[in-house]
C-alpha cells in the first residue's frame, strides 16, 4: 500500500492552498485558511494512504465458507448486532446531540464533563514514556459497527506521530451517507498527534462517574502542585470496584493525553493508587460474546496468517477474526468453548467481530491486531 508521512501531507497541503492567494482580502482570514488546510489534508489522507483492511482475495476465500456455516448477512442479524455493540451505538448517536456536556450544572462540578465521546484508540508502547503506536477506529455512518481504521506511527521516535495508513472494512458510496453524517465527515480520521506517554502524580481531590462511549467510567481530579491539577479517564467503573480511589488518596497514573471539548484529559493505561499495586486499565470496547466455536479457518490478512471462527451464541452463529495465528500456543478447534471480546466491524455485507481479547482453554489471550500490518 502507499504510504505518506504527515509531514509530507503537510508539504501537500500547502500547495493545495496556493491558490487561496488570488482571494479577496476579506476573505482571508486565519480561520478560513485553517480550515480549508485542514479539509485539503483529509482529503490527502483519505485518497493516499488508503486500502483494504481485508483483501478481496481473502473475502473470496472466506465468503463459500461463511455461507456454508449459515452466518446470516448483516442485514439480518441488524438488531442483533445493535444488541452487541449497544453501549458503543448509543455513545456515537451523541454526534448529532454534542460529544460531550453536563447534566448537572452546578459549579461545584465544572471540573470535567458529566459525559462525553471518544473515538476509541489503542496504543502500543516500547517505551515508558512514548507510544510507537495508536490504531484508531471510525464509525462513519453512527450505527456501532466500525468501517474503517486508522494507524499512526512515530517512526523517528521524537514523540509525535509522524506516519499515517488507514484501511477500510467497508466503503459506503457518497448517496448512501446520510446528510447530517456527511457534515460531519470532515472530522472522521483526525488522529492523535502527540506520542508521548504521560505519567502524573498527585492527590485525588474529586471523583465522579461519567458516561464515556456508553461506559459509566471513573473520572478523577488530581492535584498536582499548588498551581497544577489534572483530569485523568481510569476506565469502566465497575472494574475497579475494591481499588479504594478515594478523594485523598496518593493516585500515580500514566496514559494518553486527550483534548475532549476545551480540557485536557489523560486516557489511563495504568495507575497505582497510595503505593498499591498497578493497575492495567481495561480499554476493550463491546459486549464479551461467549459461545462454542462451529468452525475455524486460516486466511491470510495482509502479510499474516488469521484464525477466523464461526462462535455460536444462543443460537445466533457469529463471524469472528481472532487474529493473527502466532498468538495461540493451542489448536483451536470445532466444539471448544471461547469468550471473545472486541470491535464490531463491518465487512460487505457481514458483521465481523476483531478480536483483542480471547479466552479460551483456560487462558486469556491479547491480541494484537496491529502486529498483521505493515
Do not use: C
Not at 98 to 104: E, S
Not at 137 to 164: H, I, K, M, P, Q
Amino acid at each position: 500500500m502507499k504510504k505518506i508521512t504527515i509531514a509530507a501531507l503537510s508539504m501537500l497541503t500547502a500547495l493545495s492552498t496556493s491558490a487561496i492567494d488570488t482571494l479577496p482580502a476579506e476573505a482571508q482570514t486565519v480561520r478560513a485558511l485553517e480550515r480549508r488546510a485542514n479539509r485539503a489534508a483529509r482529503q490527502l489522507q483519505r485518497q493516499v494512504n488508503q486500502a483494504e483492511y481485508y483483501s478481496q482475495q481473502t473475502w473470496q476465500q472466506l465468503s463459500p465458507w461463511i455461507e456454508q456455516n449459515r452466518v446470516a448477512p448483516l442485514a439480518r442479524t441488524a438488531d442483533a448486532v445493535r444488541d452487541t455493540v449497544r453501549e458503543t451505538a448509543d455513545a456515537l448517536t451523541a454526534r448529532r446531540d454534542g460529544q460531550f456536556g453536563y447534566r448537572d450544572r452546578d459549579p461545584g462540578n465544572a471540573w470535567f464533563y458529566d459525559y462525553y465521546t471518544y473515538t476509541p484508540t489503542y496504543y502500543t508502547y516500547d517505551a515508558d514514556d512514548r507510544y510507537s503506536a495508536a490504531i484508531r477506529y471510525f464509525d462513519n455512518d453512527g450505527d456501532g459497527v466500525y468501517d474503517s481504521r486508522a494507524n499512526f506511527t512515530d517512526s523517528d521516535n521524537d514523540g509525535r506521530y509522524d506516519e499515517y495508513q488507514r484501511y477500510d472494512f467497508y466503503t459506503q458510496t457518497e448517496a448512501a451517507v446520510d446528510a447530517d453524517v456527511k457534515s460531519d465527515r470532515e472530522d472522521f480520521f483526525a488522529g492523535p498527534e502527540d506520542a508521548r506517554r504521560y505519567t502524573a502524580t498527585g492527590e485525588i481531590v474529586s471523583t465522579k462517574k461519567a458516561t464515556v462511549n456508553g461506559s459509566e467510567n471513573l473520572v478523577v481530579q488530581i492535584k498536582q502542585n499548588e498551581s497544577e491539577s489534572l483530569v485523568a479517564d481510569l476506565g469502566p467503573f465497575e472494574s475497579l470496584r475494591g481499588e479504594n480511589i478515594d478523594v485523598g488518596s496518593t493516585l500515580s497514573v500514566t496514559g494518553a493525553m486527550e483534548r475532549i471539548g476545551d480540557k485536557n484529559v489523560l486516557i489511563a493505561d495504568s495507575f497505582r493508587v497510595s503505593g498499591g499495586a498497578m493497575v492495567e486499565v481495561d480499554r476493550n470496547i463491546g459486549t464479551p460474546l461467549t459461545g462454542q466455536i462451529v468452525d475455524v479457518k486460516i486466511s491470510t490478512v495482509d502479510n499474516s496468517d488469521h484464525y477466523f471462527a464461526i462462535v455460536e451464541s444462543q443460537g445466533e452463529r457469529h463471524l469472528v477474526d481472532l487474529g493473527p495465528t502466532t498468538s495461540y500456543k493451542m489448536e483451536l478447534a470445532p466444539a471448544t468453548e471461547i469468550t471473545v471480546r472486541g470491535i464490531p466491524v463491518r465487512v460487505q455485507q457481514n458483521h465481523v467481530m476483531m478480536a483483542t481479547r480471547v479466552r479460551v482453554g483456560g487462558q486469556t489471550i491479547q491480541i494484537n491486531q496491529q502486529t498483521s500490518l505493515r
